[in-house]
C-alpha cells in the first residue's frame, strides 16, 4: 500500500490505520475482560464481497457498538470463529469500513473527530438537531457519501438514528438501499446499553454478557419492493418491530421503555 494513499474522503489510509490499532488496543479488553461478548456469524462476514455491503443494526450506544463491530469484522476476516481472542487481528485491519453517524456527534470534541477519521460518513439528521426536534430537507450531499462509501466498502449504519430501542426506521435507510443496491446485512446486539455509558466510552457495570449476532443478508427485490416493505424487512432484521415487544407483558413494556426513555433524558448528548 503507498505511504500516502487516500481513501474517497481524503484520508491518509496510513493514518486511519494508525488509529484503529490504536483504539482496538485500548478498547478491546471492555469486550474481552470487563465483559464477555459472545458472536454468532461470523463465518457470514467472510463470505460477503469486499465493497458495496451495508450492515443495519438496532443501536444501544454512540460508540461502543461500532468499536466492536471493527473487532469483530476484523477478528473474523482474519479467521477467527465467532471470538476477539488475540489481538493481534488489529495489526492489518480492514480499512474500507465506514460508519454514518451524526456529524455534530463527531465534530464536538477532540476524541469524536479523531473516530470520525477512523471511518465516519457524517450526516446532518433531518429530525434532531442540538438536542432539539426539527424538520429539514436530507442533503444531496449526504447521500452521495454514504453511496460513495458503499460503492468503497463496508457501511455500518443505525436505521433508528437513535440509541432509543423499538423507535421507527428511518425510510432514509430504504432509500439508500434502494438507490445504491447493497448487500444488506442485519447485525443484532445486546449488552451494551447494560455495560456502557450512553456514549459508550465508560463503563458502567461489568461482567455483563454481550452480545452480537450476524445474519444472513437480506434477500430485497431492489427494484419492484415498495420503501415500506423494505422498512417492515429491517424492521424484523434487527428486531425492532413492535411485535417484538410482545415477549414482554404489557406492563413489562411499559416500564421497560419508560426507563430507557428517563435515562436517556438524564445523560447528556454528546
Known amino acids: 500500500m503507498p505511504l ?11 493514518i486511519k490505520k494508525f488509529i484503529i490499532r490504536l483504539f482496538g488496543v485500548v478498547s478491546h479488553g471492555r469486550y474481552r475482560k470487563f465483559n464477555n461478548l459472545n458472536i454468532e456469524g461470523s463465518e457470514i462476514l467472510r463470505n460477503l464481497p469486499d465493497k458495496n455491503v451495508l450492515f443495519i443494526s438496532n443501536h444501544q ?7 466492536a463491530m471493527f473487532h469483530v469484522f476484523n477478528a473474523s476476516l482474519s479467521g477467527r470463529e465467532d471470538s476477539i481472542k488475540n489481538i493481534g487481528y488489529i495489526w492489518n485491519p480492514k480499512l474500507n469500513v465506514y460508519f454514518v453517524a451524526a456529524g455534530e456527534t ?3 470534541g477532540l476524541l469524536p473527530k ?12 433531518t429530525w434532531r438537531s442540538a438536542g432539539k426536534n426539527v424538520n429539514r430537507q436530507v442533503k444531496n450531499s449526504d447521500i452521495s457519501n454514504i453511496g460513495k462509501a458503499i460503492k468503497d466498502g463496508w457501511v455500518i449504519t443505525f436505521p433508528q438514528g437513535t440509541t432509543t430501542p423499538f423507535k421507527p426506521i428511518r425510510r432514509g435507510t430504504a432509500h439508500i438501499i434502494k438507490t445504491f443496491k447493497p448487500v444488506v446485512v442485519p447485525i443484532v446486539i445486546d449488552g451494551f446499553r447494560r455495560s456502557f455509558d450512553k456514549k459508550g466510552l465508560s463503563i ?3 461482567n455483563v454478557l454481550q452480545s452480537m ?3 444472513e443478508p437480506l434477500e430485497i427485490d431492489y427494484d419492484n419492493e415498495e420503501i415500506a416493505e423494505i422498512v417492515t424487512k429491517i424492521e424484523y432484521a434487527i428486531e425492532q418491530h413492535p411485535s417484538f415487544l410482545k415477549v414482554l407483558s404489557p406492563k413489562e413494556a411499559e416500564e421497560y421503555l419508560k426507563e430507557e426513555e428517563e435515562l436517556n433524558k438524564q445523560r447528556t448528548f454528546w
Open 114 to 125: 479523531i473516530f470520525a477519521y477512523a471511518g465516519s460518513v457524517s450526516i446532518d439528521r
Open 61 to 67: 450506544t454512540y460508540f461502543a457498538d461500532v468499536a
Open 213 to 215: 449476532v450476524i445474519k
Open 4 to 14: 500516502f494513499k487516500r481513501n474517497p474522503f481524503g484520508h491518509y489510509l496510513f
Open 204 to 206: 458502567k457495570r461489568k
Open 106 to 108: 463527531m465534530k464536538a
